[in-house]
């Protein structure tokens, strides 16, 4: 699939680019689903996005990725989304959170035990995703897809829609959907701001390397990639 760049991309140009493509969904299915990532990065676009004008009744949003914390906590993205997107015409939307209740403790089974739950939850979206919204860390990591961090190589192998990952260099363990998830969406969205992020996305962009998971985004024929740079 080929790649598409805009330049100097603002929050309004992405956000009218995905209703568009939500609208074009909801027409030809009568639904539409929506993965956005966290972070403070994308509340520009989310708070752009929902004031336009579809029938979000119709769409399903989902995350693609989560901390493994409260609701409650300061860095819950499921929180930040209810905030910044879930409000005025995008209030109508579904939202359907990895998680509702957590154990006080973590460990591999019960990160396990999250993400059977988890996909449990989501397998009621319209599959396959038809808009996945990414983000990219400046090194190389997309979604909770962190490079070496335990849980990552399952996380690009598997055909599950989801996995757990647990980032040496970020904090909290996380529920991310998998590579292959989000290869199987009818369009990617690459959203990039900084000199220093688009040097990244430019070394990735010459080859797949499982170090730089960008670029297993980049360097693929599944799904139909906009990298949207500013």
Same mark, same amino acid.
């Given at each position: ?12 140009? +992405?956000?009218?680019?995905?209703? &568009?493509?939500?609208?074009?969904? +909801? ?28 029938? /979000?009744?119709?769409?399903? +949003? *989902?995350?693609?990725?989560?901390? *493994?914390? $409260? ?25 359907? $959170? ?59 192998? &598997?055909?599950?829609?989801?996995? /757990?990952? *647990?980032?040496? &260099? ?21 959203? +990039? ?6 040097? *990244? ?11 730089? $998971? ?17």
């Amino acid at each position: 699939m080929a790649v598409t760049e805009h330049t100097g991309a603002t929050p309004a140009a +992405i956000a009218a680019h995905i209703a &568009t493509a939500l609208r074009a969904a +909801i027409a030809a299915r009568g639904l539409a689903s929506l993965a956005v990532s966290g972070g403070k990065s994308p509340i520009p676009l989310f708070e752009a996005l929902r004031e336009h004008d579809l029938d /979000w009744s119709k769409v399903t +949003i *989902v995350l693609v990725d989560e901390r *493994v914390v $409260p609701r409650d906590h300061a860095d819950s993205n499921t929180a930040l989304v209810a905030r910044h997107l879930l409000q005025g015409r995008a209030a109508a939307a579904r939202f359907l $959170p990895f998680f509702r209740e957590l154990a006080p403790t973590f460990n591999a089974e019960v990160l396990d035990a999250l993400v059977r739950d988890a996909e449990d939850r989501i397998a009621t979206l319209p599959w396959p995703l038809d808009v996945a919204v990414l983000g990219m860390g400046e090194d190389a990591h997309t979604a909770s897809l962190f490079p070496g961090a335990p849980g990552y190589a399952r996380a690009i192998a &598997t055909d599950q829609r989801l996995a /757990w990952v *647990v980032p040496d &260099t970020a904090p909290h363990a996380r529920l991310s959907l998998t590579l292959s998830a989000l290869l199987a969406a009818r369009e990617l969205v690459l959203s +990039i701001a900084g000199e220093s992020k688009l040097a *990244v996305y430019r070394r990735a962009a010459q080859k797949a390397d499982e170090a730089l $998971p960008i670029s297993l985004v980049i360097n693929q024929t599944q799904a139909p990639l906009s990298v949207w740079m500013n």
